[in-house]
């Protein structure tokens, strides 16, 4: 075995609950343990944890981000009322991601991760198509009110001079729900300059939409900033490089998504990323193969996993059955992160490790050799289907093999 990769500064590493937490210690034990000296401050986002502290581990988490500048983040649960009974918690905790997104701010860019045995289930796609999804406000830092006996809902704004702004939304007479949500010019503005700059780097085209024609402040306000920053710092830099800038509203860009070739960054505002991005891909092949990452404009990178916790698999685990549950993106929410931290350090070694680890997981599902949810929709079949111990076994063996 050859001399482990050194690390300079640590990754802030946040664990998660269910399979993904079973999956997380196997995964850097047999993938990244073995390679490289690990360095990492720990912070345990499970979700007796955080009902423990009162959610404070997530905001410690995300201040560490912020410090250290690099995270990788396990899927969590962001309990609902079954949930909230399941683990016996003191409350509906807020979605964590969402906390620390609102503390980072920035986009969370989501990419499928494409392999030449499994065809999209869109038959026209034939390059990857990223969601850009902006990652501040809207529904994830919203309040709520259950209006028991009706009455006036309203917007009420005061500002830092005292006055105060109302707009009436509706007089209702019997119970209703209302809510309120919001989003800063300044988010919207590194949101827009965020996925322009993810555009030319990647050179692919950049699409955005919103609902302008309804929402005409909320929404039109996204258009008109993405239009302007456009045009007065982008247009030439797109032009040189020979992609283009296309807005559109929201049920159209759907409609024409589902006839374009792909190569194209979807830039969504945050609700519309969360549903897109899990449709986009799914639709490439599944939830397992895709990356994410939260590009913020302070200079702070947070790397995930994009799906869930694997619920269903997790109760068959705890039965003592074997599941095959896909480790892909969460392989390469570390890579990821591996890959961010050793361009900030100058670490090559460190780059090329996580290269070489991404490309035997592309080489050995191309080779056949995969997990369950994969193997129902390649083409040809595969080779060998295995469980989650096997097939992280298959990938140590490949990358052992090619640092020796």
Excluded at 89 to 109: C, E, H, Y
Excluded at 201 to 227: G, L, N, P
Aim: glycine share 6%; net charge negative; hydrophobic share 40%.
């Amino acid at each position: 075995m050859p001399q482990k990769i050194t690390m300079t500064t640590p990754l802030v590493e946040l664990d998660g609950d269910e399979m993904t937490r079973v999956l997380w210690p196997l995964v850097k034990e047999k993938l990244i343990l073995p390679f490289v000296d690990l360095k990492t401050e720990y912070y345990d986002l499970g979700i007796e944890e955080r009902d423990r502290t009162d959610d404070q581990v997530t905001v410690d988490a995300a201040r560490a981000i912020m410090q250290y500048g690099v995270g990788v983040k396990n899927a969590t649960i962001t309990p609902n009322a079954d949930r909230v009974k399941e683990y016996g918690l003191k409350r509906q905790w807020k979605s964590p991601n969402g906390t620390i997104r609102a503390m980072l701010d920035g986009t969370v860019f989501r990419k499928p991760i494409m392999v030449n045995n499994i065809r999209p289930a869109v038959r026209s796609w034939e390059k990857p198509i990223v969601v850009g999804r902006h990652a501040y406000g809207d529904v994830y830092k919203n309040a709520e009110i259950f209006a028991e006996h009706g009455g006036k809902l309203e917007i009420v704004v005061t500002d830092r001079d005292g006055k105060v702004t109302r707009e009436t939304v509706m007089d209702v007479d019997g119970p209703a729900i209302l809510q309120g949500v919001h989003n800063t010019v300044a988010s919207i503005e590194s949101f827009a300059r965020a996925c322009f700059e993810y555009a030319l780097d990647q050179k692919i085209d950049c699409w955005f939409a919103t609902k302008d024609t309804i929402s005409k402040i909320y929404d039109q306000r996204f258009k008109d900033i993405f239009q302007e920053i456009f045009a007065a710092e982008y247009r030439q830099r797109f032009t040189t490089a020979g992609i283009e800038f296309f807005y559109t509203l929201i049920d159209d860009v759907v409609a024409r998504m589902m006839k374009t070739r792909g190569g194209i960054l979807w830039a969504c505002k945050n609700y519309d990323g969360d549903v897109m991005s899990d449709m986009v891909a799914s639709a490439f092949g599944s939830l397992a193969m895709m990356s994410s990452v939260l590009v913020s404009p302070h200079g702070y990178f947070e790397y995930e996993a994009a799906h869930g916790t694997v619920q269903r698999h997790y109760y068959k685990h705890l039965k003592g059955e074997k599941t095959s549950t896909n480790p892909v993106a969460l392989i390469y929410a570390w890579t990821g992160a591996l890959r961010k931290r050793a361009e900030l350090d100058g670490l090559p070694d460190l780059i090329a490790f996580a290269g070489t680890l991404e490309q035997t997981i592309i080489e050995c599902i191309e080779q056949g050799y995969m997990t369950g949810d994969l193997a129902l929709i390649c083409e040809p079949k595969a080779v060998k289907v295995l469980n989650s111990m096997e097939f992280l076994d298959e990938l140590s063996a490949r990358v052992a093999a090619k640092l020796t």
